[in-house]
């Protein structure tokens, strides 16, 4: 399959109170072509997740997940979102997942 495409991506941070608040984002616009059928594929990908460091070393955060992909007519959708907290020695991490959906069209 050959594939092309663009992905960009933004991020912010700011300092508060002495902790550090981010934002990252990336979305994606990929074309793929397979090279012995010449199926047409399409996808796209947007990721967002905010995160926030606070002393000592404490993180939080919000993940969300949504892709699409497409060809010959038929579409999949994932979506997925969880929340994340964990410290910076590895020894605690709580993850709560918010929802996860599949659909295939």
Request: with cysteine; glycine share 12%.
């Amino acid at each position: 399959m050959d594939v092309a495409g663009t992905i960009g991506f933004t991020v912010q941070q700011v300092f508060l109170n002495g902790s550090i608040i981010g934002f990252f984002q990336a979305q994606g616009n990929l074309l793929g072509k397979g090279e012995t059928t010449g199926r047409v594929y399409t996808g796209k990908d947007f990721t967002k997740q905010t995160f926030q460091f606070t002393p000592p070393f404490l993180q939080s955060g919000h993940f969300i997940n949504h892709q699409l992909t497409a060809g010959d007519g038929e579409k999949l959708t994932l979506r997925d979102s969880y929340q994340y907290l964990f410290t910076a020695d590895g020894q605690n991490l709580i993850i709560s997942h918010e929802n996860f959906s599949l659909l295939c069209k």
